[in-house]
């Protein structure tokens, strides 16, 4: 089975948010990048799917030159090529749809059965591309995936997804798009020689122009801002645990108001 | 006047709140409202909207649409779309509206943003605020296209009783089944009552703290003297461990909740965990270590041994209650 990764490069979960001066952005100075959690669930299912069957997997990323990292860490993982859409000021002000654009584009001459994302990317959290991507490309999505499997003939997935409070299970003919969410498996570190294989694995780059895109953002960012900060309330005293308990609900029941 | 389209979710046989919070927030706003449920057997439920704003509601029903697949429910509700002709549709950011609301604005040829926690009217144009990792800051953002699509989180807005017209129409829906790939072989939901984490009102979350998944149960058991709108959480390094499914995870790689009270028990307060739950409007720590850093953002902090208090809390709440 072939398949075709979408990466997205982000800052690490640890990173603490600041607004850039204007307060249109983030202010990106100083911040540890990584390979978007949910998009490593897909790396490492689509090199499962390699490893089991056969084929090819191919990455996809959009962003500056730095995202280069991001896709040498899917390489690493063990992804064979990837595509890397470098034009740093149409990633700086692409939406989920303009995104998409760009992705399809790239993705159009690959040769896959299956496209995966990760779920959502953990910056804008939009959640929307892989199914922006479905439309584009005229392919079903399966969003949320945390069970993948292939049928025997390799034409067809079976794949549990989840649902408010439970499961679905679904069956689609490929070519499809799915989205991983964490369950799906559970990624691998990447050991020392495949990091080192990582450099010399053929990474092709492209402008948006070269795809023979034009794509403009259907959404646009007015503002920026912070939550307000939380304070320490108070701390709740008493002898025991039974004193504790009773203060605290007497507080929610009385002073908050919640129960 | 903004004509006003609003997806009402239907499940185990009720709309779902969500829904009544979105059609009655589309009546605040100023909007003409039209609502659109999609199921089976849903045509008796659809008159109950007219109560929370809605002026006309339309009801696709069929055997076809027993479980919801993305794309029969896209082509009904892009059905209905054409038939209102809506400046701005509505969509509760559920799970199933998570995967609805892109595909259906990808159908309709425009953009979305999804999990707005906040709406205002900029002339007949809405604009939205809504969360950026998992809540460490927050955009507002116009969506430029016609119709402008928003799934809203749930629970940011509140059930306003309302009165619409509240006209019922069945419209009947041909699908054009070339395009329907995937089938449903089989949907497995579990009996609990208990609502979903980014729905509940009230969630009792467990952290490293709690030393196994059994003790989950001393979770459940408060969360269950809260009563039915409460449920159970927990933090990354819970379901690392393995004691609860991923399914409960709260955080940047889980949910991202904003119940009006929030139980932190043995969970220190990773930054990736506080952006998850930083909205709630009530968070009570309670924790063995008093340098613990989810004190600092907790209205409450109990310093103690969860596995004394919890019980005990647990039957204090049940006093409450009465139970």
Redesign the interface.
């Given at each position: 089975m072939n398949s075709v990764v979408c990466v997205k490069q982000v800052?690490d979960?640890?990173?603490?948010?600041k607004?850039n001066a204007d307060g249109t952005g983030?202010e990106t100075a100083g911040i540890k990048w990584i390979m978007n959690?949910?998009d490593e669930y897909a790396v490492e299912e689509a090199v499962r799917q390699k490893e089991k069957s056969g084929g090819a997997v191919t990455l996809v990323c959009l962003g500056p030159d730095q995202a280069l990292d991001a896709i040498r860490s899917g390489l690493a993982m063990g992804a064979d090529t990837a595509v890397h859409i470098n034009d740093a000021e149409f990633a700086a002000k692409a939406?989920?749809?303009a995104t998409?654009v760009a992705l399809a584009a790239a993705i159009k001459d690959l040769e896959y059965d299956a496209i995966f994302c990760g779920k959502q990317a953990?910056?804008?959290?939009?959640?929307?591309v892989a199914?922006?991507l479905?439309?584009?490309l005229d392919l079903?999505?399966?969003?949320?995936v945390?069970k993948f499997e292939l049928s025997d003939d390799g034409k067809t997935a079976?794949v549990t997804r989840?649902?408010?409070?439970?499961?679905?299970?679904?069956?689609?003919?490929l070519p499809?798009i799915f989205t991983a969410?964490?369950?799906l498996n559970e990624p691998r570190y990447a050991s020392l020689p495949q990091i080192m294989k990582a450099k010399k694995k053929p990474v092709t780059v492209k402008t948006v122009a070269d795809l023979g895109v034009s794509a403009e953002?259907?959404?646009?960012?007015?503002?920026?801002?912070?939550?307000p900060e939380?304070q320490?309330?108070?701390?709740?005293e008493g002898a025991?645990?039974?004193a504790?308990?009773?203060a605290?609900?007497?507080?929610?029941?009385e002073e908050?108001e919640?129960? | 006047m903004p004509e006003i389209l609003v997806y009402a979710e239907v499940q185990k046989g009720e709309i779902k709140k969500g829904a009544f919070e979105i059609t009655s927030k589309a009546k605040a706003l100023g909007g003409q409202v039209s609502a659109c449920i999609i199921g089976k057997d849903v045509e008796g439920l659809a008159g109950e909207l007219g109560k929370y704003g809605a002026d006309k509601i339309y009801v696709v029903d069929g055997p076809e649409f027993e479980n919801y697949l993305t794309e029969p429910y896209v082509q009904a509700l892009a059905h209905v779309a054409g038939l209102v002709n809506p400046s701005i549709i509505f969509i509760s950011a559920s799970a199933q509206g998570k995967d609805l609301t892109p595909a259906l604005a990808a159908r309709l040829k425009v953009g979305s943003i999804s999990d707005c926690v906040d709406l205002s009217m900029e002339g007949d144009k809405v604009i939205a605020k809504r969360p950026m990792f998992a809540g460490k800051a927050y955009a507002t953002v116009e969506a430029l296209g016609n119709p402008q699509v928003l799934s809203i989180r749930p629970n940011s807005f509140g059930v306003e009783e309302i009165a619409g017209a509240g006209d019922v129409e069945k419209v009947d829906v041909s699908l054009d089944t070339s395009k329907i790939k995937a089938v449903v072989k089989s949907v497995e939901v579990t009996e609990s009552e208990e609502p979903d984490q980014t729905e509940a009102e009230i969630i009792v979350a467990g952290g490293r703290g709690m030393d196994n998944g059994e003790n989950f149960k001393l979770l459940e058991e408060l969360a269950h003297a809260f009563g039915p709108t409460a449920t159970v959480g927990a933090s990354r390094a819970a379901v690392d461990a393995g004691w609860i499914e991923h399914g409960y995870q709260i955080g940047q790689t889980g949910k991202t909740v904003s119940p009006n009270l929030y139980i932190a028990a043995g969970i220190s307060g990773a930054i990736q965990h506080l952006a998850g739950m930083n909205t709630s409007k009530v968070i009570v720590a309670i924790n063995k270590d008093p340098e613990a850093p989810i004190f600092s953002k907790a209205d409450y902090g109990v310093v103690g041994d969860l596995f004394e208090i919890i019980p005990k809390l647990t039957e204090e709440i049940k006093k409450i209650k009465g139970q």
């Amino acid at each position: 089975m072939n398949s075709v990764v979408c990466v997205k490069q982000v800052p690490d979960t640890e990173t603490l948010i600041k607004l850039n001066a204007d307060g249109t952005g983030i202010e990106t100075a100083g911040i540890k990048w990584i390979m978007n959690p949910f998009d490593e669930y897909a790396v490492e299912e689509a090199v499962r799917q390699k490893e089991k069957s056969g084929g090819a997997v191919t990455l996809v990323c959009l962003g500056p030159d730095q995202a280069l990292d991001a896709i040498r860490s899917g390489l690493a993982m063990g992804a064979d090529t990837a595509v890397h859409i470098n034009d740093a000021e149409f990633a700086a002000k692409a939406d989920p749809y303009a995104t998409a654009v760009a992705l399809a584009a790239a993705i159009k001459d690959l040769e896959y059965d299956a496209i995966f994302c990760g779920k959502q990317a953990v910056d804008d959290d939009a959640g929307q591309v892989a199914s922006i991507l479905g439309e584009l490309l005229d392919l079903p999505v399966i969003t949320i995936v945390i069970k993948f499997e292939l049928s025997d003939d390799g034409k067809t997935a079976i794949v549990t997804r989840e649902i408010e409070g439970g499961h679905a299970v679904i069956e689609v003919p490929l070519p499809a798009i799915f989205t991983a969410q964490k369950g799906l498996n559970e990624p691998r570190y990447a050991s020392l020689p495949q990091i080192m294989k990582a450099k010399k694995k053929p990474v092709t780059v492209k402008t948006v122009a070269d795809l023979g895109v034009s794509a403009e953002p259907m959404t646009v960012i007015k503002g920026m801002e912070l939550p307000p900060e939380r304070q320490a309330g108070k701390m709740i005293e008493g002898a025991d645990a039974a004193a504790k308990a009773a203060a605290l609900a007497k507080a929610l029941h009385e002073e908050a108001e919640v129960i | 006047m903004p004509e006003i389209l609003v997806y009402a979710e239907v499940q185990k046989g009720e709309i779902k709140k969500g829904a009544f919070e979105i059609t009655s927030k589309a009546k605040a706003l100023g909007g003409q409202v039209s609502a659109c449920i999609i199921g089976k057997d849903v045509e008796g439920l659809a008159g109950e909207l007219g109560k929370y704003g809605a002026d006309k509601i339309y009801v696709v029903d069929g055997p076809e649409f027993e479980n919801y697949l993305t794309e029969p429910y896209v082509q009904a509700l892009a059905h209905v779309a054409g038939l209102v002709n809506p400046s701005i549709i509505f969509i509760s950011a559920s799970a199933q509206g998570k995967d609805l609301t892109p595909a259906l604005a990808a159908r309709l040829k425009v953009g979305s943003i999804s999990d707005c926690v906040d709406l205002s009217m900029e002339g007949d144009k809405v604009i939205a605020k809504r969360p950026m990792f998992a809540g460490k800051a927050y955009a507002t953002v116009e969506a430029l296209g016609n119709p402008q699509v928003l799934s809203i989180r749930p629970n940011s807005f509140g059930v306003e009783e309302i009165a619409g017209a509240g006209d019922v129409e069945k419209v009947d829906v041909s699908l054009d089944t070339s395009k329907i790939k995937a089938v449903v072989k089989s949907v497995e939901v579990t009996e609990s009552e208990e609502p979903d984490q980014t729905e509940a009102e009230i969630i009792v979350a467990g952290g490293r703290g709690m030393d196994n998944g059994e003790n989950f149960k001393l979770l459940e058991e408060l969360a269950h003297a809260f009563g039915p709108t409460a449920t159970v959480g927990a933090s990354r390094a819970a379901v690392d461990a393995g004691w609860i499914e991923h399914g409960y995870q709260i955080g940047q790689t889980g949910k991202t909740v904003s119940p009006n009270l929030y139980i932190a028990a043995g969970i220190s307060g990773a930054i990736q965990h506080l952006a998850g739950m930083n909205t709630s409007k009530v968070i009570v720590a309670i924790n063995k270590d008093p340098e613990a850093p989810i004190f600092s953002k907790a209205d409450y902090g109990v310093v103690g041994d969860l596995f004394e208090i919890i019980p005990k809390l647990t039957e204090e709440i049940k006093k409450i209650k009465g139970q």
